[in-house]
């Protein structure tokens, strides 16, 4: 995948789905909110152009209560797959507030999880707050092997080290 997310959101990992929605029941009475991240279908097994929804970020000092969640914006980390966000209601309403909208900005998709958080439970919002079919796909999503090494990679890297100087 290059620098940016590739086209269409064509839909949302299952697993990606759950996370915010287990994520929403533990924070309950409070709001919960993250950010959601992208990749490309095909790096995800799907055989078309595209972007899924793959990973939903939780951002430190995020601050909630029964009515709203803030996020830091200092926190939220500059990331090309950046694709929108995601939130609960504790009060179950499956509708955009005012202050919903306002954030609705940045990214394609905002998507809104509702007490009692069942797979039913949600509704996703493009960006001016209007409903969007989002369908949720059974993918797994990349393995992330940002931080992956073990010592093997390290002597390695040492070795090599040795031989530029």
Known sequence: MGLFRSGEILGIAESALEFARAASEDTHPNEYMGLLRGDAARKVGLDRDGTVLTDVLVIPGTESNPVSATVKTSMVPNDMRAAGSI??????VLQPSDADLATFGRGDVHIIVGYPYGPDDWQAFDNDGEPIELPVLDIDPPEETFFHFDQHDIDQELRE???DS
């Open 87 to 92: 939130h609960s209601h504790p009060n179950g």
């Open 161 to 163: 080290e040795e031989w």
